[in-house]
């Protein structure tokens, strides 16, 4: 039995029998488009092979076109209806049993996994999207690759290069796990209900090998936030109270790592702030 996937009159027909109405709150704009869905899954190149975690799967229009591929999904669900209906949707859709695993869960607070996803794919939501993928990230370091369907905003951020005006906090904290692309754009009229706001698709690979143990992802962190909470300023100054406590004492340990002391963040890769944090780290 092939899998099926939603179309728009069943998705609306399923938040009429649970009583749900997307809300603000959680950022709920549910996908009622069978071709979003499928491209979604194509730019993520999941294989039957993949183990994929799905965030904030909602009535299972993502999950499905996930599913069909072959591939074994977790699926993390905020909504406790939402996570109770999702087996039984996807079982009369042709799913085989024992293919989705539901965690009815925050996801800004799980930390573990069933079956060690290495994929994520998820249309997550406008108000969260940069935490829980930074949270996810960090404790899931299996999780090798992914395609995230985020507020074309946050995408740009995500995906921005040093120098460029998007360019801040997300893409430095983001850059450190690994490389980021802008893969495509998806129109409001896939939503239900429609955004005010476009959306983007971003891809993303996880680096070879870590960056650095989770001490100095802290201090990379915490000179990151430094470093842009304070745009306007030079590095020596804006850093001066994270990196030395006096500009003086910043420019030297800027200096030290090969970093112009009146440059400023927006000018700087993952490898400088990381440089920085390597000096700062062998002087305390």
Same mark, same amino acid.
């Given at each position: ?11 609306? *027909?399923?938040?009429?029998d649970?009583?749900?109405t997307?809300? @603000? ?19 993520a190149?999941?294989?039957?092979? =993949? ?6 799967p ?18 993390? /669900?905020i909504?406790?209806?939402l996570?109770? !209906?999702? #087996?039984?949707t996807?079982a ?6 024992g ?14 996994? #069933? ?15 940069v ?17 995230v369907?985020?507020?074309a ?6 995906? $921005? ?7 801040g906090?997300?893409?430095v904290? *983001? ?16 939503f ?9 698709l971003?891809?993303? /690979?996880?680096g $070879?090998? #870590? !960056?650095?143990? =989770? ?10 936030? *430094?470093?842009?909470g304070?745009?306007? @300023? ?12 006096? $500009? ?12 112009? #002391? ?18 700062? $780290? =062998?002087?305390?």
């Amino acid at each position: 039995m092939p899998v099926t996937l939603l179309g728009a009159a069943e998705i609306r *027909a399923l938040a009429a029998d649970l009583d749900v109405t997307p809300t @603000k709150k959680l950022g709920q704009n549910f996908v009622v488009d069978a071709n979003t869905v499928r491209k979604i899954v194509h730019v993520a190149n999941v294989r039957a092979a =993949d183990r994929v975690v799905e965030i904030g799967p909602g009535l299972g229009s993502l999950t499905l076109a996930i599913l069909e591929t072959g591939a074994s999904v977790t699926a993390v /669900e905020i909504d406790h209806r939402l996570a109770e !209906r999702l #087996p039984s949707t996807v079982a009369a859709h042709g799913v085989a049993a024992g293919a989705l695993t539901v965690l009815d869960a925050d996801a800004l607070r799980v930390t573990e996994l #069933p079956g060690a996803p290495n994929v994520l794919v998820a249309n997550l939501p406008y108000n969260v999207s940069v935490p829980v993928l930074l949270h996810f990230l960090q404790t899931f370091p299996e999780l090798q690759r992914g395609v995230v369907m985020v507020q074309a905003e946050v995408g740009e951020r995500l995906a $921005a290069s040093p120098g460029s005006k998007a360019y801040g906090v997300p893409s430095v904290k *983001a850059a450190w796990y690994g490389s980021w692309r802008l893969a495509g754009t998806v129109s409001r009229q896939v939503f239900w209900p429609v955004p005010n706001v476009d959306s983007v698709l971003v891809a993303f /690979e996880r680096g $070879a090998a #870590p !960056r650095g143990d =989770d001490t100095l992802r802290r201090t990379v962190f915490e000179i990151v936030d *430094a470093a842009f909470g304070q745009r306007r @300023k030079m590095l020596r100054q804006s850093l001066a109270g994270v990196v030395g406590g006096s $500009a003086a004492a910043a420019s030297e340990i800027l200096a030290a790592a090969g970093v112009d #002391p009146t440059a400023r963040g927006e000018q700087l890769s993952i490898e400088d702030f990381v440089a920085i944090a390597r000096e700062v $780290a =062998d002087g305390r």
